[in-house]
């Protein structure tokens, strides 16, 4: 069965400084795999998507991700933190067949300080 | 282009009754997704519908059901609610390619006292 893991519930950078939240898959095969971006009292906004074309995926508001295969991680990074950055942020997977079922990680959240 | 619109946004309900939410998907998508997100569980699938089908269901009680209309809008229901519904729900549309992206809305907020 597929899950995800996201190592640590909260992370604090200050503002300015690298942004590195972790996701680790567990999958038979290499997956689709997801960013996506909460911010309070809304929904999931996609950050960037990984469907096995280049292995480093550029996304949204500077964000960027690397899938790993040898180490089953797709690492979600930012250079420099804004203050607008501190939302919660999913790491999702799914089968690359025809189920659309997302598996969601638990969730980190990011908070940036001034 | 308008996003995804669900509604209600915020409802209160007792246990017992039953509640209906609706969703919107993007014009011209045809598959829509309904999530659970709650503190303890996170997020959760709970079906998808593609042209008035159900495609896929996830691990919830009967309870919980849902549809989709001809024009792609879709609905889902729960019935004889418990307290441990209360959370938010999330509707999700996409295009038919096999790497669709999901589009989600703004979700509703149930809360069951």
Known sequence: AQSVTQLGSHVSVSEGAL???R?????????????????????????????????????INGFEAEFKKSETSFHLTKPSAHMSDAAEYFCAVRRKDSSYKLIFGSGTRLLVRP | KAGVTQTPRYLIKTRGQQVTLSCSPISGHRSVSWYQQTPGQGLQFL?????????????????????????????????????GDSALYLCASRRTENTGELFFG????????
């Open chain 1, 23 to 59: 996701c680790n898959y567990s999958s038979s095969v290499p997956p689709y795999l997801f960013w996506y971006v909460q911010y309070p009292n809304q929904g999931l906004q996609l950050l960037l998507k990984y469907t096995s074309a280049a292995t480093l995926v550029k996304g």
């Open chain 2, 106 to 113: 703004e979700g509703s907020r149930l809360t069951v006292l």
């Open chain 2, 47 to 83: 079906f998808e519908y593609f042209s008035e089908t159900q495609r896929n269901k996830g691990n919830f009680p009967g309870r919980f059901s849902g549809r989709q209309f001809s024009n792609s809008r879709s609905e889902m229901n729960v019935s004889t609610l418990e307290l």
């Open chain 1, 19 to 21: 942004v590195l939240l």
